[in-house]
């Protein structure tokens, strides 16, 4: 199969896995709340998912130069459709009364847990696959387009997932579950087409190399990170704590958290300021959720490539946006003024994930490229682990508090960036 036929397909794969991740998380406030599950136990949800993916992704992307790519795509791509199937069918139980809202929710959980175990199989398989069909000159650029199908997944997600809810099917009402099935059925359709497609490669040699990518969430745009790790020398291991990278490794993991916390309680803000049943929040929530990625991407594809800012400034700069940006949010009241305010925080972090990467890069020499870039991805995917139940703890004892500690958080950080890091070009 040539690479002109693999790749679409390789991009829809790693599309189809990143929107219906962010399609469910972007339903999932709303559908917590009509089953009477505290906000808490919905933030959970994600967090041990997005735990399992850091812990099994690295895994996986050792087990796929061993076993075969398809092998480790098939395997992904099962394990996000059989994922929504069962998220699906419970949460259609506890939408109908069969079963009460926390048994639906706490098998949710187990269906998720699947997903972060078995779902990041893929995205290294993908990208060893199209690697070793590319030439050196190509790779990098394949790989950067590859990695923008998680960016756009965060978009086309929520955006459709307002059109999915299909109310009553005869005396069944699906309501709520509707994008688990429709994004179960559409991976199915995936899986069919590369077990068709692809030829069977377990027994050949293995050229290329996959690296385990950042969980795909609400505001996870990708920076580059995942493309140089699966591309450069990783000769010179690096730790977190190198004096070299330790400064960056501190401001990305704090810039990730409070993008994370936010991210996680913007459903349940809109249902809150808005006043709306959580059954007529979703399409508020998905206009406020594409605003937000739309302007992390706006930022990474059409404002930094024209301007000329190192990293450090980067991340400076994208603080003080993100600062002002998650304040008005914690303060908005209408939807004009949570989808601006989020959409502003969002441009600011934006900026940020870009500059960590860039800095991190720029600290080391080329031949730990791969391993800094390594550890970058780790930390971007990370955030997403705590982060989530964070914001959803501090949203419960007051609605504005995550945006406003995590305002007050990148402020200490502009000072603390300021000082610790180092000006790269």
């Not at 399992?52 to 130069?65: K, Q």
């Not at 998720?112 to 990041?120: E, P």
Request: glycine content about 14%; hydrophobic content about 50%.
């Amino acid at each position: 199969m040539t690479a002109q036929r693999t790749f679409p397909l390789m991009f829809l794969v790693m599309l189809t896995i990143a929107a219906g991740n962010t399609a469910l998380q972007s339903v999932l406030p709303a559908l917590g709340r009509s089953l009477g599950v505290a906000d808490s136990a919905v933030a959970a949800a994600f967090s041990v998912s997005a735990l399992l993916w850091v812990i099994a992704a690295p895994f996986w992307a050792n087990r796929s130069d061993r076993h075969g790519r398809r092998a480790m795509i098939l395997l992904g791509v099962g394990g996000f459709s059989v994922s929504l199937t069962v998220c699906g069918l419970f949460l259609l139980a506890g939408i109908n009364g069969w079963i009460s809202g926390a048994a639906a929710f706490g098998a949710f959980i187990g269906g998720r847990l699947i997903y972060g175990t078995f779902g990041a199989a893929a995205p290294p398989a993908v990208q060893a696959l199209v690697a070793g069909e590319t030439t050196r000159e190509e790779r990098t650029k394949a790989l950067t387009l590859l990695a923008s199908a998680f960016g756009l997944g965060t978009i086309l997600g929520p955006a459709i997932a307002p059109y999915l809810i299909l109310g009553h099917i005869g005396r069944v009402d699906v309501g709520l579950a509707g994008p688990a099935f429709v994004f179960a059925a559409f991976g199915v359709g995936v899986w069919i087409t590369v077990r068709r497609t692809l030829p069977d490669d377990r027994r050949g040699a293995h050229a290329g190399h996959g690296t385990s990518s950042a969980y795909p969430s609400i505001g996870g745009a990708p920076t580059g990170a995942t493309v140089t790790a699966a591309t450069q020398s990783h000769t010179e291991r690096v730790g977190y704590t190198d004096p070299r990278i330790r400064a960056w490794m501190i401001a990305g993991l704090v810039m990730g958290h409070a993008q994370a916390m936010t991210g996680q309680a913007i459903g349940f803000l809109v249902i809150d300021r808005l006043g709306v049943p959580p059954a007529q929040a979703l399409q508020p929530t998905g206009l406020v959720l594409m605003m937000g990625a739309g302007a992390a991407l706006l930022a990474q594809w059409g404002v930094i490539p024209r301007l000329s800012l190192t990293p450090r400034k980067l991340v400076l700069v994208g603080l003080a946006i993100a600062a002002v940006g998650t304040a008005l949010t914690g303060l908005a009241t209408s939807l004009y003024g949570i989808a601006t305010a989020y959409a502003l925080a969002s441009l600011g972090f934006g900026f940020t994930r870009p500059g960590f990467t860039a800095g991190s890069s720029l600290a080391v020499g080329a031949a730990a490229q791969g391993s800094v870039a390594g550890k970058v991805t780790s930390i971007n995917g990370a955030s997403f682990v705590l982060g989530p139940s964070i914001g959803v703890g501090l949203y419960e004892a007051q609605h504005s508090l995550p945006y406003l500690t995590a305002g007050a958080a990148c402020l200490v950080m502009i000072g603390y960036c300021w000082v610790a890091l180092n000006e790269q070009r």
